[in-house]
């Protein structure tokens, strides 16, 4: 028997993939189901999609042109010529909102993606290896994690003007060090595991063990922490550029339209300007955390559906 | 625990140190150097080399920092590039006190409203109330705060009138306390929702993982009362790891600062930061930047070491 075993090892393998497919599609399906159980996630679902789907279509759903300056119709009440009336130049609210999504997801999306990649480099190889490798990066961690988000993100519009590109390469440089500790946290008690000590025993390379072994094992909390991540750098976004040192006019962001919500025209006579964009904010982030709870329940193998 | 206290203070010295390396060398990565800033763009070149020789600018990068990181340790910034002369701690000196008065009343705000909304949540878990206090919890944590502080100054300022539109004291007025705490009221308050939200689900969480235990099980079992049951065996306890959520929060307070003094046009460090971003007043940014994040390396200390004191749990 064992001989049989054995010799059928070499001679057809049970590749991984084959594996893992079958195992996966099982807790996809088991997560899925968990997930539309929860009823805010599905609620934040179906609003992120009706946000995505407003900012890709935003050309063809925009009545007007975002940047079209009419001054005789300057703070315009939301009426038929304008739904969601006009700013204190003249330029539809709805068009400005709808291409100010592009803009608030497109940084969200852009600068967590590059941090999730940094922080989970990073979080790997100090999980993985420890020592010495590890106590220094995570004291780097540390320092970083020390200065108020704000007071940095500032500094650094300050030092490279700031740009839509220079915002996303800001918020990824600085934004990984949560990540990193999560996915350090992962591997750390993984890295003793049988299956990381078997995998080493026949030969395979530290960046294999790390990428295609251990790494699928931290993925549930990756992706909870990337989906809430968005919602952080939206809102983060929104303040600099409210600050006047995030996205510059004339391209509308949902924060740089509330910036001219203190001109004391708009708080006397146009009261309802400074709630579209602040509701954009606000349903946007909301959707994102919903999600992310919604998920990270789901992933959780000990909370019961 | 006194090892643990000596022990956790010195770990806070290679943090403070790294801050100081990335301070400095964000500060590095900045276009120009004072010289291009302050000097009139006619100056001769051997005069500009003079002036740069007597700046320490021709040093190597590393004497340059050691420098710098030995007259700040000694309370030294430099001086403003746009106010020439003032030295960067006056500056400072001078707005601080508005700052820490704003997050010492924010502070308190969020805690005398977050704290027992979470415990009563806690308590009636799964009722209506918790339900509620849930759904506002998650508002709060996805709403600007500034956009809060836009719209109560809309409403409760401009058009009913009810508070100041900003500023920490009524131009030209003579002092009074009453008139201080009028201007301070929205913006401590808007302040304080930032972390509002935040500080009402952990009290919630907190509570809960301790009604579960033996021995509130016990003290019911005896007849305590409810009462005394919840605020004299249970919250106590519950409050304990409070103490480290506002290690943790203390960053974004620090931060939320910034934008609510600009909001409220309050003069604190927030504000003064602003104009110097803005100006692009190196000095005072690096100044400010240092000073909060060695704030937050202190306020964590402070928590760590507060929790080994009221959880005789642990050991050290």
Known sequence: MTLTNERRIPNKPVSAEDHSLIGHEAIWKVMLRKFMKNKLAVIGAVLLIIIVGAAIFAPMLAPKDPSQQVLLDKLAPPGKDYPLGADNLGRDTLSRLLYGARISLLV?????????????????????????????????????????????????????????????????????????????????????????????????????????????????????????????????????????????????????????????????????????????????????????????????????? | MTTYIIRRCLMAIPLLFLISVISFGIMKMAPGDPTALMMDPMIKQENLEAYKESYGLNDSIVVQYGRWLGNMVQGNFGESFIRQGVPVSELITARLPNTLLLMLVSTFIAFIISIPLGVWSATKRNSLQ???????????????????????????????GW???????????????????????????????????????????????????DYIRTAKANGFRQKTVIFKHGL?????????????????????????ESVFAWPGIGLLFMEAAFQRDYPVIMAVVVIAATLVVIGNLLADILYAVFDPRIEY
Do not use: C
């Not at chain 1, 040192?245 to 910036?259: A, D, E, R, V």
């Not at chain 1, 025209?265 to 349903?283: D, E, H, R, V």
């Not at chain 2, 103490?243 to 609510?260: A, C, D």
């Open chain 2, 236 to 260: 106590r306890n519950a409050l304990i790891p409070i103490i480290t959520i506002f290690g943790l929060m203390l960053p974004s307070f620090i931060g939320g600062s910034v934008i609510i």
């Open chain 1, 108 to 305: 969200g999306f852009a600068s967590v993606a590059g941090s999730i990649f940094i922080g989970t480099v990073i979080g790997a190889i100090a999980g993985y290896f420890g020592g010495i490798l590890d106590a220094v990066l995570m004291r780097i961690v540390d320092a970083i994690i020390s200065f108020p988000s704000l007071f940095l993100l500032i500094t650094l519009v300050t030092i490279f003007e700031p740009s839509i590109f220079t915002l996303i390469a800001i918020f990824a440089v600085f934004g990984w060090t949560g990540t990193a500790r999560l996915v350090r946290g992962e591997f750390l008690s993984l890295r003793k595991s049988e299956f990381v000590l078997a995998a080493r025993t026949l030969g395979i390379s530290n960046t294999r063990i790390i990428f295609s072994h251990i790494l699928p094992n931290a993925l549930g909390p990756i992706i909870v922490s990337a989906t809430l991540g968005v919602g952080g750098v939206i809102l983060a976004e929104a303040g600099l550029s409210y600050l006047g040192l995030g996205i510059q006019p004339p391209t509308p962001s949902w924060g740089n339209m509330l910036q001219s919500a203190q001109n004391p025209q708009i708080m006397l006579g146009a009261w309802w300007y400074p709630l579209f964009p602040g509701f954009m904010i606000l349903i946007t982030v909301l959707a994102f955390n919903f999600v992310g709870d919604g998920l990270r329940d789901a992933f959780d193998p000990k909370i019961d559906d």
């Open chain 2, 163 to 213: 508070f100041p539109i900003g500023g920490v004291a009524t131009y030209g007025e003579p002092f009074s306390i009453w008139d201080r705490l009028h201007h301070l009221v929205l913006p401590a308050f808007v302040l304080a929702t930032a972390d509002m939200a935040g500080l009402t689900r952990y009290s919630r969480s907190s509570m809960l993982d301790v009604l579960r235990q």
């Open chain 2, 130 to 160: 918790d339900y509620a206090i849930t759904v506002v919890s998650f508002l709060g944590v996805a709403t600007p705060n500034f956009w809060i502080g836009l719209v109560l100054i809309m409403v409760l300022s401009v058009h009913l």
